[in-house]
C-alpha cells in the first residue's frame, strides 16, 4: 500500500481526511467525535527505523493491543512504533513489505481503540 493507496482507503472506510498540523508533508487521521489521532503518516530517513538501507520511506504508526504486539511485529514490515509509546503503537512500512491487508486490518484495530467508549448506563434503583 502507498501513502496514496492509504489516504484513498481512509476515506472510503471511515470517512475521514488527513489533516496535516505540522505544516509538511506528514499528517494524521482523527475521529471526528472525539478528535483522537487514529493514524500518524510521516516520511523518514530508513536508517532512523534502525533499517540498514539509503532513501527515505513512508509509514503509518497505528495503535494497537499490548497483547497482540508482539505478534504483528514478527510480521514484515511492521515495527515498534516511531516516535510515540512502543508499548501501544506500531510504525507499518509503506514501501511494499507490509501485506495491505495486514495494513487494513491495523488501521481497523487502531480505529477501534481509539474511537469514543459507549458510557455505561446507570443502574435502575
Not at 527505523?49 to 508482539?70: A, N, R, S, Y
Not at 516511531?82 to 514501501?95: A, G, Q, S
Not at 495494513?103 to 435502575?124: C, F, G, M, Q, W
Request: include cysteine; charge should be neutral; proline fraction near 6%.
Amino acid at each position: 500500500m502507498t501513502k496514496e493507496q492509504l489516504i484513498r482507503y481512509v476515506a472510503e472506510r471511515f470517512s475521514t481526511d488527513p489533516e496535516y498540523p505540522w505544516a509538511d508533508e506528514n499528517f494524521i487521521f482523527r475521529h471526528r467525535a472525539n478528535r483522537k489521532w487514529f493514524a500518524v503518516a510521516m516520511r523518514l530517513p530508513y536508517r532512523r527505523l534502525g533499517i540498514d538501507c539509503d532513501g527515505l520511506v513512508d509509514i503509518v504508526d497505528t495503535k494497537c493491543g499490548p497483547l497482540l504486539m508482539d505478534a504483528y511485529r514478527k510480521q514484515p514490515g511492521i515495527l515498534p512504533g516511531y516516535h510515540m509509546n512502543k508499548d501501544h503503537w506500531l510504525t507499518i512500512l509503506l514501501d511494499g513489505t507490509a501485506e495491505d491487508e495486514l495494513i487494513r486490518e491495523l488501521l481497523e484495530i487502531s480505529y477501534d481503540l481509539t474511537k469514543s467508549k459507549a458510557k455505561p448506563r446507570a443502574a435502575n434503583s
